[in-house]
């Protein structure tokens, strides 16, 4: 008598949960496959909300990650607009909102991440967007092409990104910020300068070491009244500070929870049936050496497929650079590596990044401890994102490079480890 098929349930129908549930069936497993989403939209990609698709560039049906009939032709369970409410490590099971429990034999927790909501005065009004879903999207491109003005809260990448698609629209744009400047506490003061320096070329007005009191009426427009009492007027409001692991469910059933899910370098919890990947993961990655939660687009991507792989009982051991890209005006640029704050000596800079004439600078910046490079970033530059996570890797590792030569751009960067 045969044994029964295996049950594996991803809950998240996100980036990671579908490039999980597309690995399985790579990889051959002929068991039940069931992804859940609470949102009603097949699974997507995240990055062009705030790029392609705002900016008028994309065309909507662009950002799925897999045309709708694929997951019925591969036999993958999607179950749309369902919350799940509950885990019971014991049993194996997860209550779901409206239908009954399911239960599994392996589960992947890819639930992401959620909006850090701004708890003021006024942010109930319908003028006041946050940006984490398609319907935002769709909801934030709409009132960018009536050309109004822009109030954007927060200057992390989201609120930039943001900034240059309303500019784009050619929207009037403030952007408010309690830091000093944007992107301070990832890129640092150095480089983060410079996407301040971008951005006001590209006409964003900043207003810097102030917050956001509450949001009130001026006329018929919104008033968007600052902690230094000044007012920005507006008729649209973008809130970016930031997200949060979607942890609820796996901190209820008992699963460890550290900034994120715990896990190990095979993303698995503590729970032998239990694993987690995407944003939701805290997980150890080697190369770092330390437990890390990486909330970008390809961490999602890649860490659903070795999710899968060690679902299916496969030697993983995840242990990838991170990497992010962002398009800001006639910037574009490619991040690879980990630091963290005050994580680094020095910042070397190989080109010139000053911004002329408005013009977007071409650079890579590393970012540098002991002679050892943790980080790197080109901008406007290409096809040097091998040779950079090369570099990262032996800086993580403890190699030290020449730093005159790192900075030299006549020195090709494959040169520098030889």
């Given at each position: 008598?045969?044994?029964?098929?295996?049950?594996?349930?991803?809950?998240?129908?996100?980036?990671?949960?579908?490039?999980?549930?597309?690995?399985?069936?790579?990889?051959?497993?002929?068991?039940?496959?069931?992804?859940?989403?609470?949102?009603?939209?097949?699974?997507?990609?995240?990055?062009?909300?705030?790029?392609?698709?705002?900016?008028?560039?994309?065309?909507?049906?662009?950002?799925?990650?897999?045309?709708?009939?694929?997951?019925?032709?591969?036999?993958?369970?999607?179950?749309?607009?369902?919350?799940?409410?509950?885990?019971?490590?014991?049993?194996?099971?997860?209550?779901?909102?409206?239908?009954?429990?399911?239960?599994?034999?392996?589960?992947?927790?890819?639930?992401?991440?959620?909006?850090?909501?701004?708890?003021?005065?006024?942010?109930?009004?319908?003028?006041?967007?946050?940006?984490?879903?398609?319907?935002?999207?769709?909801?934030?491109?709409?009132?960018?092409?009536?050309?109004?003005?822009?109030?954007?809260?927060?200057?992390?990448?989201?609120?930039?990104?943001?900034?240059?698609?309303?500019?784009?629209?050619?929207?009037?744009?403030?952007?408010?910020?309690?830091?000093?400047?944007?992107?301070?506490?990832?890129?640092?003061?150095?480089?983060?300068?410079?996407?301040?320096?971008?951005?006001?070329?590209?006409?964003?007005?900043?207003?810097?070491?102030?917050?956001?009191?509450?949001?009130?009426?001026?006329?018929?427009?919104?008033?968007?009244?600052?902690?230094?009492s000044s007012e920005v007027p507006a008729e649209l409001v973008v809130v970016g500070i930031g997200v949060q692991p979607?942890?609820?469910?796996?901190?209820?059933?008992?699963?460890?929870?550290?900034?994120?899910?715990?896990?190990?370098?095979?993303?698995?919890?503590?729970?032998?049936?239990?694993?987690?990947?995407?944003?939701?993961?805290?997980?150890?990655?080697?190369?770092?050496?330390?437990?890390?939660?990486?909330?970008?687009?390809?961490?999602?991507?890649?860490?659903?497929?070795?999710?899968?792989?060690?679902?299916?009982?496969?030697?993983?051991?995840?242990?990838?650079?991170?990497?992010?890209?962002?398009?800001?005006?006639?910037?574009?640029?490619?991040?690879?590596?980990?630091?963290?704050?005050?994580?680094?000596?020095?910042?070397?800079?190989?080109?010139?990044?000053?911004?002329?004439?408005?013009?977007?600078?071409?650079?890579?910046?590393?970012?540098?401890?002991?002679?050892?490079?943790?980080?790197?970033?080109?901008?406007?530059?290409?096809?040097?994102?091998?040779?950079?996570?090369?570099?990262?890797?032996?800086?993580?590792?403890?190699?030290?490079?020449?730093?005159?030569?790192?900075?030299?751009?006549?020195?090709?960067?494959?040169?520098?480890?030889?």
């Amino acid at each position: 008598m045969s044994e029964p098929a295996s049950t594996f349930v991803i809950v998240g129908a996100s980036l990671a949960g579908a490039k999980a549930a597309e690995t399985l069936r790579a990889e051959g497993f002929t068991g039940r496959v069931v992804l859940i989403g609470d949102e009603t939209e097949r699974p997507y990609e995240r990055p062009p909300l705030s790029k392609g698709f705002l900016q008028g560039r994309q065309e909507r049906d662009k950002v799925f990650v897999h045309d709708e009939g694929w997951y019925a032709a591969h036999e993958v369970e999607l179950m749309l607009g369902r919350r799940a409410t509950g885990l019971d490590l014991n049993t194996r099971t997860v209550m779901l909102d409206g239908v009954e429990p399911l239960r599994y034999d392996k589960l992947l927790l890819a639930t992401g991440s959620r909006v850090r909501e701004l708890n003021r005065p006024g942010t109930e009004l319908p003028e006041v967007h946050y940006l984490r879903s398609i319907e935002q999207a769709d909801a934030l491109l709409a009132g960018l092409r009536s050309g109004g003005r822009v109030a954007v809260v927060g200057a992390g990448w989201i609120g930039l990104e943001v900034a240059a698609a309303a500019r784009a629209h050619g929207c009037p744009v403030t952007v408010v910020e309690v830091d000093k400047l944007p992107l301070r506490q990832v890129l640092g003061d150095e480089v983060g300068a410079i996407f301040r320096d971008l951005h006001v070329a590209n006409g964003v007005d900043f207003r810097f070491r102030t917050g956001v009191r509450e949001f009130g009426s001026m006329g018929n427009r919104l008033s968007v009244v600052l902690d230094d009492s000044s007012e920005v007027p507006a008729e649209l409001v973008v809130v970016g500070i930031g997200v949060q692991p979607a942890t609820e469910l796996a901190q209820a059933a008992g699963l460890e929870v550290d900034n994120g899910v715990v896990t190990d370098a095979s993303l698995r919890t503590a729970d032998p049936h239990v694993y987690a990947c995407g944003d939701v993961a805290a997980s150890f990655n080697p190369l770092i050496g330390a437990r890390i939660r990486v909330e970008h687009w390809a961490n999602a991507l890649n860490g659903g497929q070795a999710a899968a792989r060690s679902m299916l009982g496969q030697l993983v051991e995840y242990a990838r650079v991170p990497y992010f890209f962002s398009d800001q005006h006639d910037l574009g640029m490619e991040y690879s590596g980990w630091v963290a704050p005050k994580g680094y000596d020095r910042v070397v800079f190989r080109g010139d990044p000053s911004i002329v004439e408005g013009k977007a600078p071409e650079f890579i910046a590393f970012w540098v401890r002991d002679g050892r490079v943790l980080a790197g970033m080109n901008v406007n530059i290409w096809d040097v994102t091998g040779p950079i996570q090369q570099l990262v890797r032996a800086g993580h590792a403890g190699r030290r490079i020449d730093l005159a030569a790192l900075a030299d751009p006549t020195t090709p960067l494959q040169e520098l480890l030889d």
